[in-house]
């Protein structure tokens, strides 16, 4: 992996159950690759990757990233 994705962290924390930590691919095609289904309470610490491009998270939740918390509610 390059080295300088090497901050490129987030955390995703469900305030509900059934939140879905959704992985899309990098590269040409952009396609989901992944779904994480996250209870209340659970905590996903992930990166992105030479896979992993963006994410999209569905549901009540606080997303903490090195830009600042994003409440999916607000
Ligand atoms: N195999 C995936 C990857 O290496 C795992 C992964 C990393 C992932 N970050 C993610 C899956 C974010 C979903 C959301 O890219």
Redesign the pocket.
């Known amino acids: 992996m390059d080295s300088n994705m090497q901050g490129d962290f987030f955390v995703v924390k469900a305030k509900d159950n059934g939140v879905h930590?959704?992985?899309l691919t990098r590269g040409h095609d952009t396609k989901f690759?992944?779904t994480?289904k996250l209870d209340k309470g659970e905590v996903m610490l992930?990166?992105?990757?030479?896979?992993?491009s963006a994410?999209k998270v569905r549901g009540k939740a606080v997303i903490y990233t090195p830009f600042g918390e994003i409440d999916t509610e607000a």
């Open positions: 930590v959704i992985g690759h992944h994480e992930a990166q992105f990757t030479e896979h992993t994410i």
